[in-house]
C-alpha cells in the first residue's frame, strides 16, 4: 500500500508516520529527513538545499523529485511505503503520479492530518528532536523522561533551526501557498481522508488506521 500523509509542518506528520510504517511494516520516507541527511553529508544537493530549508522555503521540485526517484527505487519499496513531506507541490504530486501509473501503481490513500494555525505554532516552537532515531517531543506537550534525552534510543534532543518562529512563520505561509491545493488535487481523485490532528498522539494515530481501511 502507498499511503501519503499530508499537512502542515507540525501536524504531526512525521510521528504518525514512523508509527504507521511500524504498524503496517512499510518503510516510512520523509523528504525533509533525507534532506537534512544530504546537508550533514555536505553532498551536492545538500549544499543546495541547505539555504531554502533554514529559510523555511520550500527546495526546488527538480531537486527533491531526483532525491525522492532514487528513495522510491530502494528494494524495500516494493511492497509500499508511508510518504511523508512529499509531494509538497502540484508538480510533485503530479510527477509522482505519472512515475506511478508507468509502473501500474498509484497512491492508494492519502491522510490529511487537519490541525488549527495557533496550535502549529505552539507545537513547532516546542519541538525537540532525537539526533539518533529522529523521534519527536516537545517541551511541554510531551517531554522526554529525562530532560534532553529520547526514551527511545538514549539519543541526544535538539531543536531544528526551522523550529525558531520567524522560519515557522515562513514554512507555513509556504504550506497555505504551495501545499495546501494538494488537498483538493487529491480529493478530487476520490482517495483523500480528513483526519483530525488535534488529540493524543494514540487517539490520532487510531483515526489514521481507521482511515485506511
Ligand atoms: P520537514 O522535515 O518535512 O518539515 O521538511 C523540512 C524542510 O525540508 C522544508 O521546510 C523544506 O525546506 C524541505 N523539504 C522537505 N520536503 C520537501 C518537498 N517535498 N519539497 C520541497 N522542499 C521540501
Request: zero cysteines.
Given at each position: 500500500m502507498?499511503?501519503?500523509l499530508l499537512g502542515a509542518p507540525g501536524a504531526g506528520k512525521g510521528t504518525q508516520a514512523r508509527r504507521l510504517a511500524e504498524h503496517l511494516g512499510l518503510p516510512p520516507i520523509s523528504t525533509g529527513d533525507l534532506l537534512r541527511a544530504a546537508r550533514s553529508a555536505r553532498s551536492s544537493l545538500?549544499?543546495?538545499?541547505?539555504k531554502f530549508m533554514a529559510e523555511g522555503k520550500l527546495v526546488p521540485d527538480d531537486l527533491v523529485?531526483?532525491?525522492?526517484?532514487e528513495r522510491l527505487s530502494g528494494k524495500d519499496c516494493l511492497g509500499g511505503y508511508i510518504l511523508d513531506?512529499?509531494?509538497r507541490t502540484l508538480r510533485q504530486a503530479e510527477v509522482l503520479d505519472q512515475n506511478l501509473l508507468q509502473n501500474g501503481a498509484k497512491i492508494d490513500r492519502v491522510v490529511n492530518l487537519d490541525v488549527d494555525p495557533?496550535?502549529?505554532?505552539k507545537?513547532?516552537?516546542g519541538r525537540r528532536q532525537c539526533r539518533g532515531c529522529g523521534e519527536n517531543f516537545h517541551v511541554s506537550f510531551h517531554p522526554p523522561k529525562r530532560e534532553g534525552i529520547c526514551d527511545r534510543c538514549g539519543g541526544a534532543l535538539f531543536q531544528r533551526e526551522d523550529d525558531r518562529e520567524e522560519v515557522i512563520r515562513k514554512r507555513l505561509e509556504v504550506y497555505q501557498k504551495e501545499t495546501k491545493p494538494l488537498v483538493e488535487y487529491y480529493r478530487r481523485k476520490g482517495n483523500l481522508k480528513d483526519v483530525t490532528g488535534t488529540g493524543g498522539l494514540e487517539e490520532v494515530f487510531a483515526a489514521i488506521v481507521q482511515a485506511l481501511k
Open positions: 502507498n499511503v501519503v545538500g549544499q543546495k538545499a541547505e523529485i531526483d532525491l525522492i526517484r513531506g512529499f509531494p495557533t496550535e502549529l505554532v507545537r513547532l516552537s
